[in-house]
């Protein structure tokens, strides 16, 4: 197996929740503990946390969501990325291992369908320069428009509740009391 690099998109403005999401808590810790220690269970050899505060790496094209912070991580590595947001507690080390164990060399982008995250992701100097260009031309910012532009692998869902993102205080009470 190749050696990754885990990275959680923990940037978002949380707007919606009124609070940090990261700091929420699941199962007696934050979320963002929650994701680093699903992504070091996952095979990940080290961790960035993609955020524009202290203890995470800011973005380099600010305001330009999600894809600025991919953009990010894959400026501190070399390895390949398999990408969590920290607003997906449910997601399970079993759901992210067929996105770590797919023939990786044949394709620059493995993802669930109709869930482009959590996301495995290649560190060429092809996915660096489309995602480059994206970011530049703030034309459509979504992390589909990397990937239909990339070599990829959708994977089959069997069950879409796994991959729920907390966006809202009803997001989060129905995750916690579930």
């Known amino acids: 197996?190749?050696?990754f690099t885990g990275v959680?998109?923990?940037g978002g403005k949380s707007s919606r929740m009124g609070q940090d999401?990261?700091?929420l808590l699941f199962k007696g810790n934050s979320f963002l503990h929650h994701c680093k220690r699903l992504l070091i269970e996952a095979g990940a050899s080290d961790i960035i946390i993609s955020a524009n505060k202290k203890a995470g790496v800011p973005d380099i094209y600010?305001?330009?969501g999600?894809?600025?912070g991919i953009h990010a991580a894959l400026q501190q590595t070399s390895n390949s990325l398999l990408i969590m947001p920290v607003d997906m507690p449910l997601v399970t080390r079993e759901l992210l291992a067929p996105l770590v164990t797919h023939n990786q060399h044949a394709v620059e982008a493995v993802y669930y369908e109709r869930f482009p995250l959590p996301l495995f992701l290649a560190n060429t100097e092809k996915v660096r320069h489309i995602l480059s260009n994206i970011l530049e031309k703030k034309d459509n910012l979504s992390i589909r428009s990397l990937i239909?532009?990339?070599?990829h692998e959708e994977l089959p869902v069997s069950n879409?509740?796994?991959f729920s993102n907390v966006n809202t205080i009803d997001d989060y009470k129905s995750i916690v009391v579930d």
């Not at 239909?148 to 070599?151: D, R, S, V």
Request: glycine share 0%; net charge neutral; proline share 9%.
């Open 160 to 162: 879409s509740h796994f």
């Open 8 to 10: 959680i998109l923990a």
């Open 62 to 64: 600010p305001n330009c």
């Open 1 to 3: 197996m190749n050696t």
């Open 148 to 151: 239909a532009q990339l070599e």
């Open 21 to 23: 999401k990261s700091a």
């Open 66 to 68: 999600p894809l600025s």
